[in-house]
């Protein structure tokens, strides 16, 4: 009887493994033979295995169809010459007839036309995480969201990563702002994701989250709160206990939005306190000399600098009707505005929270993820594998760089919808 469980076993395990293997040797010979069309600039032959809803989402959060994308490489293709391609898989992931694939793509060639005397080459590294679905026809790619880019031109090199809130944009204007959810593994199986919240944001966006939090056996939430008696359920209505928090719900009313307390479902028995407490914080701002009214304005002064990612036409409109909206309320349009404007903000919450941390962090955010890490620490002692850690989009900056000098491996991005801005 045990013979035969092995045997079963061992047949089990290679038919479950072997159509991974084989899905993975059929999309790389399907990125080596768009990497060949490149080479010869024949655009049809690097989208043929693109599905005809492909999207792509570059690092900075432009979105492309395949149309726009074919009339770019088309314009290229006036613009270079003696180009050379080639991709890599780097991770590669299989649930059912879906295969997400992170690839890391090199790409040169050398400008036609180009000032004498000067570099004239062209260099691009890439990596992205693509979707690809196995139907009637193969495998097809659906999407693809760029995590990180290089370009080299001439003698100039820009570099870009895709960080936990990107602004959207189709054809020049903003159409949505996402917010990320990036998985991180340990030797040993251990799976932490950080998992980005808004505090306001869309009801939909509230309702997945609530179906990805099913997934986990732990997911370790922010809220500064007492440690002692019963397990913290927080509730609509505790958003008013103090003043930061009434703010937050008149600018989510304001901008017609849910608050995320009344949305996310925090009774599950997997749901696990991670945080400080008000005595913890307070003796932690005490101790490093921060204070709230330090903290608004290095923020402000940080959205300042940044206020060039505001379109201009937004920013008149909204200057000219602030006062009627703070007197009268926000009209349908003053929403819309006001959601792009603030959502151009959001895109800048890496560089935000750089400012708020000095050569020994900050407890808004470094002191608060120790704290974060240390129940982390505390739940895999107790056998849990897979994590989640739903902490503000700010704090995960941070936390990645915590958890990859553990030990972890980065293994991909994917982005939920928390704001439209395309219709109030």
């Not at 960080?163 to 944009?169: I, P, Q």
């Not at 991180?184 to 997945?208: R, S």
């Not at 000399?289 to 201009?312: F, R, Y």
């Not at 902490?391 to 915590?402: K, Q």
Request: glycine fraction near 8%; hydrophobic fraction near 40%.
């Amino acid at each position: 009887m045990r013979y035969g469980l092995f045997c079963l076993l061992l047949l089990t395990t290679g038919l479950a493994a072997e159509p991974a293997a084989e899905a993975r040797k059929a999309i790389e010979a399907l990125y080596a033979r768009a990497d060949r069309a490149c080479e010869k600039w024949d655009v049809d032959g690097v989208y043929r295995d693109c599905r005809g809803d492909y999207i792509f989402t570059s690092t900075s959060g432009d979105r492309r169809n395949l149309e726009a994308l074919r009339k770019r490489r088309r314009e290229a293709a006036g613009k270079l010459d003696k180009v050379r391609a080639s991709s890599r898989i780097v991770g590669f992931q299989m649930s059912g007839s879906r295969a997400t694939v992170q690839v890391r793509s090199h790409f040169e060639a050398e400008y036609k036309d180009w000032m004498p005397g000067r570099p004239s080459k062209f260099r691009s590294e890439e990596l992205d995480q693509d979707l690809w679905v196995r139907g009637p026809k193969g495998w097809q790619s659906v999407t693809s969201d760029g995590l990180w880019v290089s370009h080299q031109a001439g003698a100039k090199t820009t570099e870009r990563r895709a960080g936990y809130v990107r602004l959207v944009r189709e054809d020049g204007h903003p159409t949505a702002m996402e917010v990320a959810i990036a998985t991180f593994v340990a030797p040993g199986g251990l799976t932490v994701d950080l998992v980005g919240a808004v505090h306001m944001a869309e009801k939909d966006y509230y309702k997945q989250l609530n179906r990805e939090f099913t997934g986990y056996q732990a997911v370790l939430y922010e809220l500064i709160a007492p440690h002692e008696g019963e397990r913290l359920i927080p509730q609509a209505g505790d958003e008013t206990d103090n003043p930061l928090s009434a703010t937050q719900v008149y600018l989510t009313n304001l901008l017609g939005f849910t608050f995320q307390l009344s949305e996310v479902d925090y009774r599950p028995s997997n749901f696990v306190h991670a945080d400080l407490s008000p005595e913890e914080l307070l003796n932690s701002m005490t101790k490093r000399g921060e204070s709230a009214k330090t903290m608004v304005a290095q923020l402000l002064h940080e959205s300042l600098k940044n206020s060039t990612d505001v379109d201009p036409a937004d920013a008149m409109a909204l200057n000219y009707s602030m006062a009627s909206i703070m007197v009268r309320g926000a009209t349908p349009r003053d929403r819309l505005i006001l959601r792009r404007v603030l959502a151009s903000s959001f895109k800048q919450v890496e560089k935000m929270t750089a400012a708020l941390s000095g050569p020994h962090g900050s407890t808004l955010i470094q002191v608060r993820n120790q704290a974060a890490l240390a129940v982390m620490k505390r739940e895999v002692k107790r056998g849990r594998k897979r994590l989640a850690i739903f902490y503000g989009a700010a704090h995960l900056p941070d936390l990645e760089t915590r958890l990859l000098k553990q030990g972890f491996t980065k293994q991909g991005m994917r982005y939920l919808k928390a704001w439209d801005l395309r219709k109030p």
